[in-house]
């Protein structure tokens, strides 16, 4: 039986604790916390399970074979860094590290010891965006042309990461499972409205090799909460909305047609098409759930994961060019520039 302790029950920590808790032949042994009130929910829950104010102690527990980090970002490099070289298995929260060079480290540190690195990304492992990826891989929707996600909410204002870390990472992290290429250069401005607090609003735009393009809007400071993003391609288009209770993915069979397309600009001619609107069956098991045991799963056969270290890399990667970008006026940024040090990453680290 696989031993799993985790570091952190705050905002996400819990939910964590219940879907590692309920996975079959694993033990949760241990949840560490510095908030005494934080490990009392875990006793009243979980009176099984041991706690520690020092997430220290689990990774130094010869028992536990696998540790999972849901602490503030900036801790998530050296907690997991220590927990590899103690011979763990890692889960790390969103997102993997605080730069293209931690993350580096710690890739190198779990293949030298032939360890499990996993980034939590956790709508990779939805039914929705599973849906999304097969449709595209199948060329179901044809040419991809455009995504264009709208993530924005009131709140919740964030201590240590600004809105890209916090909201944008889940749009870059789906992009990097649906799409068979990666972007090459990235634009961002970055706004803060609020004096002292994080910057709240973002917009992000990624460029790739082919004429597919991703827009990308975040904000903390909505009077309405949406989740929706558009999948243009030649073929057909699809609305994910994450918001929409029963059916989040709809496929609708509409697009343009041109005539004469060698021919001059004047000759050409533009038919729009529109056919059926279905929504696809959706798997209904919870990511989380989904997620935790892919982790588990791929310890014990050795698989490798769906977000490993080097799909945390790629997130980070994005999201650090996007505030070099921002710094800059919304210049854009050659992606493969990044991953040397280029500047500060949003990260707020505590004194």
């Known amino acids: 039986?696989?031993?799993?302790?985790?570091?952190?029950?705050?905002?996400?920590?819990?939910?964590?604790?219940r879907n590692f808790y309920k996975q079959p032949d694993v033990e949760l042994a241990v949840v560490a916390d510095v908030d005494a009130s934080r490990l009392g929910f875990v006793h009243d829950n979980y009176p099984t399970v041991a706690t520690v104010t020092d997430g220290m102690e689990i990774i130094g527990d010869p028992a536990i074979?696998?540790?999972?980090?849901?602490?503030?970002?900036?801790?998530?490099?050296?907690?997991?860094?220590k927990a590899l070289q103690a011979g763990k298995h890692v889960f790390v929260e969103k997102p993997l590290a605080t730069s293209v060079v931690e993350c580096d480290r710690l890739i190198e540190e779990a293949a030298a010891r032939g360890l499990v690195l996993y980034t939590d990304h956790v709508f990779v492992h939805t039914g929705a965006v599973r849906k999304i990826k097969q449709l595209i891989d199948e060329g179901a929707i044809g040419d991809p042309y455009y995504y264009d996600s709208a993530r924005i909410n009131l709140g919740l204002f964030q201590r240590d990461v600004n809105v890209i870390w916090d909201l944008a990472v889940h749009d870059l992290s789906i992009l990097d499972y649906i799409m068979p290429q990666r972007p090459k250069a990235v634009s961002a401005t970055l706004h803060q409205h609020v004096p002292g607090a994080q910057p709240n609003m973002a917009a992000i735009t990624l460029f790739y090799e082919t004429s597919f393009v991703a827009h990308i809007t975040v904000n903390w400071m909505s009077p309405v909460k949406v989740r929706r993003t558009l999948i243009g391609g030649s073929r057909q288009m699809i609305v994910y909305d994450d918001i929409e209770p029963s059916q989040k993915v709809m496929v609708y069979e509409k697009g343009v047609d041109l005539f004469n397309p060698g021919s001059g600009d004047e000759d050409i001619r533009i038919s729009y098409r529109a056919g059926d609107v279905?929504?696809?069956?959706?798997?209904?098991?919870?990511?989380?759930?989904?997620?935790?045991?892919?982790?588990?799963?791929?310890?014990?056969?050795?698989?490798?994961?769906i977000t490993d270290g080097h799909s945390g890399r790629e997130v980070v990667r994005m999201m650090e060019g996007a505030m070099v970008s921002a710094r800059m006026d919304g210049q854009r940024i050659e992606l493969d520039r990044v991953g040397s040090g280029v500047g500060r990453t949003g990260i707020r680290r505590s004194a």
């Open 1 to 17: 039986m696989l031993k799993v302790g985790v570091i952190g029950c705050g905002y996400w920590g819990p939910n964590l604790i």
């Open 65 to 81: 074979d696998a540790v999972v980090i849901a602490t503030p970002v900036a801790a998530h490099f050296s907690l997991a860094l």
């Open 278 to 305: 279905w929504g696809p069956k959706l798997e209904g098991r919870e990511a989380l759930d989904r997620s935790a045991a892919h982790f588990i799963d791929c310890i014990r056969t050795g698989a490798q994961p």
